[in-house]
């Protein structure tokens, strides 16, 4: 393969696969696929797609097998973790929080138990694919709490015995529900991260690489970012710039035959409410047009 290509590796299903792939793809990236391959190959620029098992995409970034890596953070620290507690170093760096992949690292425990919280796990077992990050948890808490390391189906564990809680991810929370345990203690918020080769130093790589991120960066802001036109009276522009959820400076632009009224133009990097509109109006804007952004590069 050609070394002068960046590798992505990013999840082949699951919860941030699509989401992985669309983010790229905004980012101008042209990618031939077929169906079932494991390798996308951009058409347009030089970066490789893997699609991989998340689990295993910080090993293969930290081996530097490929660049980057999208991967949730919960995945991320676990390794971190294992890497700290062996002889093996920290081979990758966390670039870019995504927003998407968004869960909670929580404690659940069975309706029918007696143990409904942490306090009440003492000398008990808690069962979860994450036994380093719950590990220094319970730690920085001073519990006793015997960890069972599973990676699969860990809802069953508590009736199936083998533990008295779990310790797993939370999203909509019907997982816990169609299982009957109540979600507890949250101990971590978790999103999908980009993550980067420590050994990235090619200046063909590093100059790609940039650029990526640099996209990335534009596509996470365009997506709450909106264009908000209005006229607004000359004497309000400061009280209605301050009514604009995280507006930069707005441009002014004046109107012909009128000194009073000027057309006012400013990006909001965030979502614009009705409620906002209303109050706009009655500062003296009139003809308030929102209109969401395409691309945007800062
Ligand atoms: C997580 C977790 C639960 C589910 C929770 O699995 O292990 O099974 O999501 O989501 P919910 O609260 O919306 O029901 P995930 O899809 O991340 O798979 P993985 O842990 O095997 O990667
Ligand atoms: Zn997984």
């Avoid at 699609?51 to 090993?59: A, E, G, H």
């Avoid at 008295?164 to 979600?183: Q, Y």
């Avoid at 036109?229 to 632009?253: C, F, K, Q, V, W």
């Avoid at 012909?256 to 000027?262: A, I, R």
């Amino acid at each position: 393969m050609n070394k002068k290509r960046i590798k992505i590796a990013i999840q082949k299903s699951g919860r941030l696969a699509d989401h992985s792939y669309d983010l790229l793809k905004k980012c101008g990236l042209i990618v031939s696929r077929n169906k079932g391959q494991l390798i996308g190959y951009a058409e347009n620029m030089p970066f490789d797609l893997l699609f991989v098992r998340d689990d295993d995409i910080p090993s293969l970034v930290k081996d530097n097998l490929t660049d980057l890596g999208i991967v949730g953070l919960n995945v991320v620290l676990e390794k971190q973790f294992e890497y700290a507690n062996s002889t093996q170093k920290e081979l990758f760096s966390i670039e870019e929080y995504l927003d998407f992949g968004q869960c909670r690292l929580s404690f659940a425990y069975p309706e029918v138990s007696d143990i409904q919280s942490l306090s009440q796990l003492k000398n008990k077992k808690v069962a979860t694919s994450y036994p380093f990050i719950v590990g220094d948890y319970l730690e920085r808490e001073s519990l006793d709490v015997e960890i069972v390391k599973l990676s699969g189906a860990l809802e069953l564990a508590p009736s199936l015995g083998s533990a008295d809680a779990i310790c797993d991810l939370v999203s909509s929370g019907r997982t816990l529900r169609a299982h009957n345990l109540n979600e507890g203690e949250s101990i971590l918020e978790i999103t999908a991260v980009v993550i980067r080769s420590g050994d990235t130093s090619d200046p063909f790589k590093q100059k790609w690489i940039r650029k990526l991120l640099e996209r990335i960066n534009g596509v996470l802001q365009v997506r709450e970012s909106k264009y908000v036109m209005m006229h607004a009276p000359r004497n309000s522009i400061d009280r209605i710039t301050e009514l604009i959820p995280g507006a930069e400076s707005p441009t002014i632009i004046p109107l012909e035959g009128t000194d009073e009224t000027v057309a006012l133009h400013v990006v909001c990097k965030e979502d614009v409410f009705w409620e906002t509109l209303e109050n706009l109006k009655q500062e003296g804007a009139s003809s308030i047009l929102v209109v969401p952004v395409e691309k945007m590069l800062v």
